[in-house]
């Protein structure tokens, strides 16, 4: 595991944490999220040195290269079985059992699950006690892993601070199309759904890009019931699946980043922001949840459900 590359491949996030930390705001479960290969479990780990470094997560000194190394007895991992391609039930029951019992060493515990979207529901829900209640009156903190957020029960999001990693492409896309002479919001846009410059061009100049461009604009200026209603009926007419598809891909870029808006460079609908900064205002709490909804009704569109129908279902409880 080469932790100093990845970091620094996704080093405003190390940033943030380490604020965090000297702020003593760390959280006691995180739940990193993003493509195969963006360094989420070597964030993983850099977070765990955090806790016990004592200068700011160095990760040089022998108590980080300790962590790092998997060496620490504080420092637990599980990770999804290759026979199985998933994370058991009787992997979380032996992790628990091994923190009910006394630590040789002081500080917190820290226990990471690699691959918690593996994890059937039940097992993803006997973890709950456990990130609420620690063990022995020990500090626990839980960092879980996922590719895919659709498939994490909405009680473990709701539980933890969510941080997106973004795929390294997207970022550097649309600053190469920046650079192009594309608009911002443009590039940003097209960088979630392509990837590569031509392809993101030619998609830029389609009719369903600037149909569905301009309903993720105006669903962002609603702020009543009224206005949504309004809202849906004034588009209801023109929504496909097609259109639905790209909407959410959007929608979901920007709750993203509404969870990561105090690290402004890791930003990706930078164009966005002052919405962005509209919609943080929002308790944290309410925002997950709504989060946990929006990924659930893009789940839905891949069953073919209607677009309006999940359209209508996504005004109703937003608004
Ligand atoms: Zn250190």
Redesign the pocket.
């Known amino acids: 595991m080469n932790v100093l590359d990845m970091i620094s491949n996704q080093q405003h996030i190390y940033e943030v944490l380490k604020q965090n930390k000297i702020n003593d705001r760390l959280s006691h479960a995180y739940l990193f999220y993003g493509d195969e290969g963006v360094g989420k479990k070597e964030m993983a780990y850099a977070l765990a040195?955090l806790f016990y470094?004592?200068?700011e997560?160095?990760?040089?000194?022998e108590?980080?290269k300790n962590i790092l190394e998997g060496q620490h007895l504080n420092v637990s991992y599980i990770g999804v079985l290759e026979s199985k391609k998933l994370i058991s039930k009787e992997q979380i029951t032996d992790l628990q059992e091994e923190f009910s019992k006394t630590s040789l060493l002081e500080g917190p515990r820290i226990y990471i699950v690699d691959g918690i979207d593996t994890a059937s529901a039940s097992a993803q829900n006997s973890l709950l006690k456990f990130i609420e209640e620690p063990m022995n009156n020990t500090p626990t903190i839980g960092i879980f892993i996922a590719k895919d957020l659709a498939n994490v029960v909405s009680t473990i999001i709701s539980r933890c601070s969510l941080i997106h990693f973004p795929s390294i492409d997207v970022k550097k896309l649309s600053n190469l199309l920046i650079s192009d002479g594309v608009d911002a919001l443009d590039a940003s846009l097209a960088s979630l759904i392509t990837n590569n410059v031509s392809l993101a061009k030619e998609l830029l100049l389609t009719k369903e890009y600037q149909e569905t461009k301009e309903l993720v604009l105006n669903f962002l200026e609603i702020k009543n019931q009224k206005q949504a209603v309004l809202f849906y009926v004034q588009e209801v007419s023109r929504l496909t699946l097609e259109n639905m598809n790209l909407f959410f891909k959007w929608l979901i870029a920007f709750y993203e980043d509404i969870f990561k808006i105090e690290d402004k460079e890791g930003l990706i609908l930078t164009a966005l922001y002052d919405k962005i900064l509209m919609y943080a205002k929002t308790e944290n709490s309410e925002l997950k949840a709504q989060f946990a909804f929006v990924l659930n009704l893009y789940s839905k569109l891949n069953y073919n459900v209607s677009a309006k129908n999940i359209f209508h279902e996504l005004i109703s409880k937003l608004f």
Do not use: K, M
Request: charged share 20%; glycine share 10%.
């Open positions: 040195c470094c004592e200068h997560g160095c990760l040089e000194c108590t980080c």
